[in-house]
Each structure stands twice: as structure tokens, then as C-alpha cells.
């Protein structure tokens, strides 16, 4: 349960419009996505914010996909969008998309030209940057700045009857400089320096096909989107401070519904990358192995490593609403699904680089039941039975030939516990030709069993095994940090040249109790000593896959002190 905190400034901003009556006091929020790839864990931050604020106040959240550009956009990243969204938790109340308003938005266009506001302009890319001026110096107008109302109605309307080429021309809006103050915000914003409102693109729409060759501009469409859908508070990140005076100008030269544009800071992660493009790259080249690799900071990519909604609406919630850009530490997040997990995974046993160890004094042909916790947090989980044998298999770093002090695990003549088993006596050990240690022999002090130890033994040690006959094979994932630098876009070079060489080890045949052959894809387990694992959905009945979540305790902070 999150603590009580104050207001953040959305809050006071919705609560004063509240109490003001300002629009009837109603609360409408809307998530607007561009279906141009997968969502990312900055964008999860968006969507606990805009869906937060309106159930807090008894409002609803639009979906709304910005799909003016049809090169980019594809109906697989649409999809994948809403899942992500109500695996977070979160219901829309409309599914909307902004070429359903293309017509609208095209007649407002064709407003502001009959209002003199909007102009076709010819001029390429480089001579309309040049027109634009600098934000201390207004600049130079195009000749077609001057084209008469009948004219520009005449061209923007063959533009949309597919008459002219990519490029060829494009719809400006025409705003006098000279009317903002010396020194005013809006005089030196390069935005409000005539901005296109339209451009040419003979390209096939996953929506609404070959029907439309011209599309209009973020800018042009996003407010106006806002306006009709009765949007009481847009709610962008920082970057879009520079736009907000375009996105009031446009409301206020067509005099539609006021909606409001407020920002916030963008959440900023160490060691990941959060553009789009950077994180498309990772794709197409295969540094990873798609959007859903779980060591992509995508919210597919979390969610197949393991994380859970509750530890990233957790997580956004802890780093709040800033209105000044920051860095947060990833081992935030890692310490909530750590922490989250301790309380409701079950406990199981697994071992990742397995040695024989051979039990001498244990009888050939018994097996015992021994009964194990499912989780010691929730006693409400109940207990399983694990089944107990003569030969086992025990993590190979749990034995050393020669344990230096303090070495509280097997070694000759060193005694440690089988968890939930018996305690054992290190005694000998075979080698191979390489002098890998092949086979331990140990013996077991027999009254020493969990659950009804009479044997009087203290041991500081415990190990876990499984049992060499009913243990089942699994590949095993261990994921960790995809980069090892904490701010890779900002380094010198390719940021792909700071890629962790170690962000993926892959365990083929690590052994596994029995009873995890029951997992399902997406079931959430602690290996007893190894970390937090879900099931992958390339899992099974014939291969299990588990993937590493995060560790038992943060390693990186350990090397960081180094």
C-alpha cells in the first residue's frame, strides 16, 4: 500500500478546475500513441498517469492512436499496444484513432485557409527552414505566402485528389509574427513560425487504405483530436512545451472546445535506451530478439522476463510527477518486483551447474517424501512433497576441495544441510582427466531430517539439490542489465557498442524438481538461492524455459561500490 503523499501539480490543477466548475467539473483524459512500435516503460508512466488522474477523479481515459503517418504505422503495433495497456490494469473508455477525424480535420484546414490563415507552399524542406528565420530574428517569407484565398482552396483541395507528388507542396499555416511582443515566448518559438499543417504522402493507411494521400502534422492533428473527443486535460511530456502556444493558437482560430495541454517530465532509466528509434535499431539488427526480449525496457519485454503490473504501477507511482527532467535508478524497479515476489512467488529448487553428490550411507532403493513450503511469506500457500533419493545433484559452486574459513557450504569433512532434508558430511570426491570434479560422496547423519531434527547439529549452511532420478531438464534464460554504462544514449560512440556482453547467459540443461513441470507460461518462481524465474512462453511439456527476472539481491550495487 502506497503512502499518503501530497497533491503533485496535475492534481492541484485538476482539483482548482474542479472546484471551479470548469467544465462542468468533468475529467477526461486520453493516451495517445503513435502505432509506430511497442510500448516502452516510459510510456507505462504515461498511461498510470493519464488513467490515475482520471479514476482518481471520477473521470475516463480515451485510446486514441496518432496515426497520421502511414509509412511507420502497422496494425501489429496497434494490437500489441492495447494488450499492454490492460495488462497494466487499465480500460479505455473509447478506442479511437485520429483518421477517424481525417475529414473533420480537413475541413478545419480548409477554415483557416477561407480565414487567411493557411497557405500552400511549394517551397522544399531547406528553403522553408530558411524562411522560418531564427528565434532572435523573424525571417524571410516564402513568394507563395502571398497566394490569394481562392488559390490555396484550389491547390489544397487537388492536393487531397492526389494531383501533385511527395514533397511537392505542403499546407502552412500563416501566423504574423510581428503581432507577439519583443521578447514574448511566442516570437522567438520556431513553432509559431508559419508550421506545416500537411503533407503529401502516397502511402497505403492500415486503417483507412488508399482514400487519403495527404496527412496532417502532429501539431495539426493532436489538439484538434483533443477538441472534438472533449478532452478536459492533455497531459504531454516536457518536450512538447514549445508546441503548446500552436496547439491553443489552432483551437483558438477555430474556435472549437478548449482543450488544455499540461507536461510533465519523461521517465528517464538508467542502463536502457528509451527512443523508439534506438530501440528499433536493437531490433532490426538483432542485438536482441524482438520487441519482447526480456531485456527490452518494452512493457512486452518486462512482461516476459516477469515483472508484474503491480511492480511497474508501483514503480511509476514511487517516482511521481516532475516538472524537471531526472534519471531514475532501474534498481527501483528491480527492488518492487523483488520485493512483490518475495511475498507471493513459491519457493522451488533448481539447479543451474549440477555436480553428482553420492549420499555412501543412504540405501540404494528408498526414496523419501520430503515435505517442503511453498512460500514461508504466505503461509497461506501450503506445503509440496519433494521427493529425496540416494544421488543427487547439488550446485557445482556448493562444493569445494579445499573451502578456505568461513566457507559454510560441502567440502571434505565440512557438514551442511539438504534443504528440507537431511544434514551431510563431505567425505570424498572424484575427478576427471581435465580435474573437473565429477561425483561428491558425502554421508547423512539420519536424525537429522527437516521437520524432526534430533541429532543435536548445528550447521551455519544449507544447500538446495534435487534428487538424480526424478529430476526433469530445463533451459534456463539469465537475463541481465542490456547495457553496461547507466546512460547509453548519452555516451561518445554507437550506443550499441556499450551492450552488456553478459545480459543473456543461457543454461541449457539445468535440472529442476518434478514438480515444475506443471508451470504454465508466465507462472512467477524463486529458485531457492538463485533469484526470481518465470515461465517462458517458448515453454514446453516437452522443454520448460525459465527466464531470470532479477537476482536475490542487487549484484549491481556490489559492483558499484567496488
Known amino acids: 500500500m502506497s503512502e499518503e503523499r501530497s497533491l503533485n ?12 466548475g470548469v467544465n462542468d467539473g468533468r475529467v477526461l483524459t486520453r493516451f495517445p500513441p503513435e502505432p509506430n512500435g511497442y510500448l516502452h516503460i516510459g510510456h507505462a508512466k504515461s498511461i498510470c498517469l493519464n488513467f490515475g488522474l482520471a479514476k482518481k477523479y471520477g473521470g475516463q481515459t480515451n485510446l486514441r492512436f496518432d496515426d497520421t503517418n502511414p509509412v ?12 499492454d495497456i490492460q495488462w497494466l490494469g487499465f480500460q479505455w473508455a473509447q478506442e479511437l484513432y485520429a483518421s477517424d477525424y481525417f475529414e473533420q480535420i480537413y475541413n478545419f484546414a480548409v477554415q483557416l485557409i477561407k480565414k487567411g490563415l493557411a497557405y500552400v507552399d511549394d517551397s522544399t524542406p531547406e528553403e522553408i527552414a530558411a524562411s522560418k528565420g531564427t528565434p532572435t530574428q523573424i525571417g524571410t517569407p516564402t513568394p ?3 497566394r490569394s484565398i481562392e488559390e490555396n482552396l484550389d491547390l489544397f ?41 500537411y503533407r503529401i504522402k502516397h502511402a497505403h493507411h492500415h486503417r483507412t487504405g488508399d482514400k487519403w494521400c495527404i496527412y496532417p502534422m502532429y501539431d495539426f492533428a493532436h489538439g484538434q483530436s483533443d477538441s472534438i473527443e472533449g478532452i478536459t486535460h492533455s497531459i504531454c511530456t516536457l518536450e512538447f512545451i514549445p508546441h503548446r502556444a500552436l496547439y491553443n493558437w489552432f483551437i483558438a482560430q477555430l474556435g472549437i472546445f478548449p482543450s488544455r495541454q499540461y507536461e510533465f517530465a519523461r521517465l528517464n532509466l538508467t542502463y536502457t ?31 516476459r522476463r516477469g515483472f508484474t503490473p503491480a511492480s511497474i504501477r508501483e514503480f511509476c507511482e514511487r517516482i511521481g510527477v516532475q516538472k524537471r527532467e531526472n534519471v531514475i535508478d532501474v534498481s527501483l524497479l528491480e527492488f518492487l518486483v523483488r520485493d512483490e515476489l518475495n511475498k507471493t512467488a513459491n519457493r522451488v529448487m533448481a539447479v543451474l551447474d549440477p555436480v553428482k553428490l553420492v549420499i555412501t550411507d543412504y540405501p540404494d532403493d528408498k526414496v523419501e517424501e520430503m515435505t517442503a513450503d511453498n512460500n514461508p511469506e504466505d503461509p497461506a500457500s501450503g506445503t509440496r512433497t519433494i521427493l529425496f533419493s540416494k544421488t543427487l545433484y547439488i550446485e557445482r559452486e556448493d562444493f569445494m576441495e579445499e573451502p578456505p574459513k568461513k566457507f559454510f557450504r560441502l567440502g571434505p569433512g565440512l557438514v551442511v544441510r539438504l534443504k528440507n532434508a537431511y544434514i551431510i558430511k563431505g ?12 561425483t561428491i560422496y558425502a554421508t547423512h547423519y539420519p536424525e537429522s531430517k527437516s521437520g524432526g531434527d534430533t541429532s543435536g547439529l548445528n550447521v551455519k549452511g544449507t544447500i538446495h539439490w534435487v534428487s538424480a532420478a526424478h529430476a526433469k531438464t530445463a533451459e534456463v534464460r539469465l537475463y541481465d542489465r542490456l547495457f553496461n554504462t547507466p546512460d547509453p544514449g548519452n555516451e561518445e560512440g554507437d550506443f550499441k557498442s556499450y551492450i552488456n556482453p553478459d545480459s543473456l547467459t543461457v543454461i541449457p540443461n539445468a535440472l529442476i524438481e518434478p514438480s515444475l513441470v506443471d508451470a504454465k507460461p508466465g507462472d512467477k518462481l524463486q529458485f531457492l538461492r538463485k533469484g526470481y524465474f518465470t515461465v517462458d512462453p517458448d515453454s514446453t511439456a516437452e522443454k520448460m524455459v525459465f527466464n531470470r527476472t532479477v537476482t536475490l539481491k542487487d549484484t549491481w550495487a556490489k559492483e558499484a561500490k567496488k
Open 72 to 83: 511507420t504505422e502497422d496494425t501489429e503495433y496497434v494490437e500489441s499496444i492495447k494488450a
Open 273 to 303: 535506451v528509451m527512443s523508439k528509434r534506438k530501440l528499433l535499431q536493437l531490433v532490426n539488427e538483432k542485438h536482441v530478439s524482438g520487441w519482447d526480449d526480456p531485456r527490452m525496457p518494452t512493457i512486452s519485454g518486462l512482461r
Open 9 to 20: 501539480f496535475l492534481e492541484q490543477i485538476i482539483e482548482e478546475d474542479i472546484a471551479n
Open 157 to 197: 483541395e487537388r492536393m487531397k485528389n492526389g494531383e501533385f507528388k511527395d514533397g511537392e507542396k505542403v499546407l502552412r499555416a500563416k501566423i504574423e509574427t510581428e503581432q507577439f511582443e519583443e521578447g514574448s515566448p511566442e516570437r522567438s518559438n520556431m513553432h509559431m513560425r508559419d508550421p506545416l499543417m
Open 144 to 146: 507563395y505566402r502571398s
Open 427 to 438: 567425505e570424498s570426491f572424484d575427478k576427471d582427466e581435465n580435474g573437473n570434479i565429477t
